[in-house]
């Protein structure tokens, strides 16, 4: 399948969730990362859900983050160059939603990637060696690519991976582990 059949695919699989299961499945994936050796580290990014896509609630990573006095780093998107700028969310943080409904921090103190330790990266589908697809601007592929090649890049996804991803670009960069509700798959 090509990526944006791909896309649609898992676009409408999402849809078809309801609110009590993205709630199951996004508790579970929380769980599940507990699993992972990744807990000694300081610098932890992640997204903040967008409610109208149906994406994982990442309010209970955003609880493990916070139980474990963890620097969290949440982004804000430029349309114009499909970049991102990193901030740590603190309790000062104000967090607005952009024209495509994606919660951002207004502004505060900036990180750099190369500063973060682990990535907690979104996406619709993904494949048996980590290759990953998402909405298709390439915003984190250009961010990870500036962190470091120690950085920790881990999907969540609902579903079981695809076989293959058949098409990949050269810009794409590949995830160290993928988490679902149900196991964790390393790359």
Not at 57 to 80: H, M, P, Q, R, W
Not at 116 to 133: C, E, H, S, T, Y
């Amino acid at each position: 399948m090509k990526k944006n059949e791909l896309r649609q695919k898992y676009k409408a699989l999402r849809q078809n969730l309801s609110e009590s299961q993205i709630e199951d499945y996004s508790l579970k994936i929380a769980n599940q990362l507990l699993q992972l050796d990744i807990w000694n580290k300081s610098f932890y990014h992640i997204f903040l859900t967008i409610e109208e896509q149906k994406e994982i609630n990442t309010e209970y990573i955003l609880n493990i983050l916070a139980g474990k006095d963890k620097n969290i780093v949440i982004s804000k998107s430029n349309f114009s160059d499909c970049s991102m700028t990193h901030f740590l969310l603190t309790d000062n943080t104000k967090i607005r939603k952009n024209r495509h409904n994606i919660p951002e921090p207004i502004d505060g103190i900036e990180i750099l990637p190369s500063q973060i330790d682990v990535v907690l990266v979104p996406l619709l589908a993904f494949d048996k060696v980590g290759n990953r697809i998402g909405y298709g601007k390439g915003f984190y592929d250009r961010f990870l690519t500036n962190c470091t090649p120690e950085t920790l890049k881990i999907g969540l996804s609902f579903f079981e991976p695809e076989k293959e991803i058949s098409y990949s670009d050269q810009n794409d960069v590949t995830l160290d582990y993928c988490v679902i509700p149900n196991k964790i798959y390393a790359f």
